[in-house]
């Protein structure tokens, strides 16, 4: 396939000359050589309760990043290096940060310096290099990145490792702040007294969601190298990156040094389907919360000897499915926050801006089971009945402009806009009397089939369990 732009047409340029303006620019040599420029994962160190984190960028940057870990009242918790456990998710940990670093220049060779890494290891880089760098790639016009990184050296031979059958006890549960991850915390809430949560750069809807749900906060800082931020003002190659792997690695250390075996995320099953389809290459905004990424991230956990699965509670449901659990839950909504300009590197962490492709789908999904009036005063917007923005509903409609955002299916914005047709408080908005069918035929099958959760998809136990309140079958 050819290289591509973001609209899907021939790119000439392609990664081979990207990768040298970029070296040109970053270095101020006219005649950088990208064929023998390479990337360095060194893997991490240990300085006192600081994890530090180095890749290098070979003649361009050597960039460190750090972690610290803190249980909920607030004391440190100091990794153990001769800890298997905690060496272990420090090894699946450092992999995934590199990837942030790395996609400045693409190097077309990375090498693993550090400790030597398994093949679930290599499997696992490899596809954040590739798969979770695919809407970089698309968007920068690049072309597929498969085939175009060697990662080297080859797999070392994994040590062997107890079978995951005998998981630890203990469950963190991760916050982002949002609907998905405080819905998970109250079910995690109400059938296990001892949970606790956790947050990475923990921003005030993070604290909230732990609070309402009145349990412990682990804290994690995470310290991003600011010479990153200048190489990408030079030049560097830059765009999204798959944070939910950083933050799913990162939530593995922490449960690794508190000897708990179960981390537990909020990755639906809609994470699944692609943002785009450009001739038969998948660009997945949500590739690191997919099924797939999931299984690699457990086997390089298992490979590791860390000791902690990972598991996606609400992977049997569909968005709208959560929406209808989320509107559910009393209270919840006015506790969360999923518009994303509040957790932006340097931005406020509070609050919805109300116009922005997640604000307007977070609503979407709510709205059907939810009466207007409640709803607008927990979010603090209606975007729904602002004509301005039926365009930036419009766009989820089709899956040529569906946005690159955690926003749900075609099928399921679709279905959420003709249910609201059917709603009284809410067939007079703007959004809907545009975009709405009033009168669908298949309305009720497409309800049934969308809302069903896919018992193939259920958790291991004890967390299937959690889920029958979510999965019972109510009014709409």
Same mark, same amino acid.
Not at 51 to 72: M, Q, Y
Not at 348 to 370: H, I, M, N, S, Y
């Given at each position: 396939? !050819?290289?591509? !732009?973001?609209?899907? $047409?021939?790119?000439? &340029?392609? %990664?081979?000359?990207?990768?040298? /303006?970029?070296?040109?620019?970053?270095?101020?040599?006219?005649?950088?050589?990208?064929?023998?420029?390479? &990337?360095?994962?060194?893997?991490?160190?240990?300085?006192?309760?600081?994890?530090?984190?180095?890749?290098?960028?070979?003649?361009?940057?050597?960039?460190? #990043?750090? @972690?610290? @870990?803190?249980?909920?009242?607030?004391?440190?918790?100091?990794?153990?290096?001769?800890?298997?456990?905690?060496?272990?998710?420090?090894?699946?940990?450092?992999?995934? =940060?590199?990837?942030?670093?790395?996609?400045?220049?693409?190097?077309?060779? =990375?090498?693993?310096?550090?400790?030597?890494?398994?093949?679930?290891?290599?499997?696992?880089?490899?596809?954040?290099?590739?798969?979770?760098?695919?809407?970089?790639?698309?968007?920068?016009?690049?072309?597929?990145?498969?085939?175009?990184?060697?990662?080297?050296?080859?797999?070392?031979?994994?040590?062997?490792?107890?079978?995951?059958?005998?998981?630890?006890?203990?469950?963190?549960?991760?916050?982002?702040?949002?609907?998905?991850?405080?819905? !998970?915390?109250?079910?995690?809430?109400?059938?296990?007294?001892?949970?606790?949560?956790?947050?990475?750069?923990?921003?005030?809807?993070?604290?909230?969601?732990?609070?309402?749900?009145?349990?412990?906060?682990?804290?994690?800082? $995470? #310290?991003?190298?600011?010479?990153?931020?200048?190489?990408?003002?030079? +030049?560097?190659?830059?765009?999204?990156?798959?944070?939910?792997?950083?933050?799913?690695?990162?939530? !593995?250390?922490?449960?690794?040094?508190?000897?708990? +075996?179960?981390?537990?995320?909020?990755?639906?099953?809609?994470?699944?389907?692609?943002?785009?389809?450009?001739? +038969?290459?998948?660009?997945?905004?949500?590739?690191?919360?997919?099924?797939?990424?999931?299984?690699?991230?457990?086997?390089?956990? /298992?490979?590791?000897?860390?000791?902690?699965?990972?598991?996606?509670?609400?992977?049997?449901?569909?968005?709208?499915?959560?929406? *209808?659990?989320?509107?559910?839950?009393?209270?919840?909504?006015?506790?969360?926050?999923?518009?994303?300009?509040? @957790?932006?590197?340097?931005?406020?962490?509070?609050?919805?801006?109300? *116009?922005?492709?997640?604000?307007?789908?977070?609503?979407?999904?709510?709205?059907?089971?939810?009466?207007?009036?409640?709803?607008?005063?927990?979010?603090?917007?209606?975007?729904?009945?602002?004509?301005?923005?039926?365009?930036? @509903?419009?766009?989820?409609?089709?899956?040529?402009?569906?946005?690159?955002?955690?926003?749900?299916?075609?099928?399921?914005?679709? %279905?959420?806009?003709?249910?609201?047709?059917?709603?009284?408080?809410?067939? +007079?908005?703007?959004?809907?009397?545009?975009?709405? /069918?009033? /009168?669908?035929?298949?309305?009720?099958?497409?309800?049934?089939?969308?809302?069903?959760?896919?018992?193939?998809?259920?958790?291991?136990?004890?967390?299937?369990?959690?889920?029958?309140?979510?999965? *019972?079958?109510?009014?709409?």
């Amino acid at each position: 396939m !050819s290289a591509t !732009s973001p609209d899907g $047409r021939a790119d000439t &340029g392609g %990664l081979a000359a990207r990768r040298r /303006d970029v070296l040109v620019a970053l270095t101020g040599d006219v005649d950088a050589d990208p064929t023998t420029h390479v &990337g360095r994962v060194h893997g991490w160190e240990l300085h006192g309760p600081e994890v530090r984190l180095t890749t290098e960028l070979s003649g361009v940057a050597t960039l460190v #990043e750090r @972690f610290r @870990f803190h249980a909920p009242d607030g004391a440190p918790l100091v990794p153990d290096a001769h800890d298997p456990a905690v060496a272990g998710a420090l090894d699946v940990l450092a992999l995934a =940060v590199s990837v942030s670093y790395l996609k400045a220049t693409l190097p077309g060779r =990375v090498e693993l310096v550090g400790r030597p890494i398994g093949p679930a290891g290599h499997a696992l880089l490899a596809a954040l290099l590739t798969d979770g760098l695919a809407e970089l790639a698309l968007r920068a016009g690049l072309g597929p990145l498969d085939g175009t990184i060697t990662l080297g050296p080859p797999p070392a031979t994994p040590p062997s490792s107890p079978a995951t059958a005998d998981t630890r006890p203990g469950t963190l549960v991760t916050v982002g702040g949002g609907k998905d991850s405080a819905l !998970s915390l109250a079910l995690a809430a109400r059938n296990d007294p001892d949970v606790l949560a956790l947050a990475v750069n923990a921003r005030p809807p993070m604290e909230r969601t732990a609070a309402w749900a009145e349990v412990g906060l682990v804290r994690v800082e $995470r #310290e991003l190298d600011r010479e990153l931020l200048a190489l990408n003002d030079r +030049g560097a190659i830059n765009g999204h990156v798959p944070i939910t792997a950083i933050v799913m690695a990162a939530a !593995s250390v922490a449960a690794a040094l508190l000897g708990r +075996g179960t981390v537990l995320v909020s990755n639906e099953r809609s994470a699944d389907a692609a943002t785009r389809d450009v001739d +038969g290459w998948r660009v997945n905004h949500q590739y690191s919360k997919s099924r797939a990424f999931e299984r690699l991230l457990g086997a390089a956990l /298992d490979e590791a000897g860390a000791g902690v699965r990972v598991v996606s509670l609400l992977r049997p449901l569909g968005e709208l499915a959560v929406g *209808r659990a989320v509107a559910r839950e009393p209270g919840l909504v006015a506790r969360t926050t999923s518009c994303n300009a509040a @957790f932006a590197l340097d931005g406020p962490g509070e609050g919805w801006c109300g *116009r922005c492709d997640k604000c307007r789908f977070v609503q979407l999904v709510l709205a059907p089971f939810t009466p207007r009036e409640r709803l607008v005063a927990d979010l603090g917007f209606d975007a729904l009945d602002d004509p301005a923005q039926v365009d930036g @509903f419009a766009r989820m409609l089709d899956p040529a402009t569906k946005p690159f955002e955690c926003v749900g299916t075609v099928a399921e914005v679709r %279905l959420a806009l003709d249910l609201l047709a059917s709603r009284p408080d809410w067939r +007079g908005t703007a959004a809907v009397r545009a975009l709405a /069918d009033p /009168d669908a035929s298949d309305l009720a099958e497409r309800t049934a089939t969308l809302l069903a959760a896919d018992a193939t998809l259920l958790p291991p136990p004890p967390y299937d369990g959690w889920l029958a309140d979510v999965t *019972r079958e109510g009014p709409t």
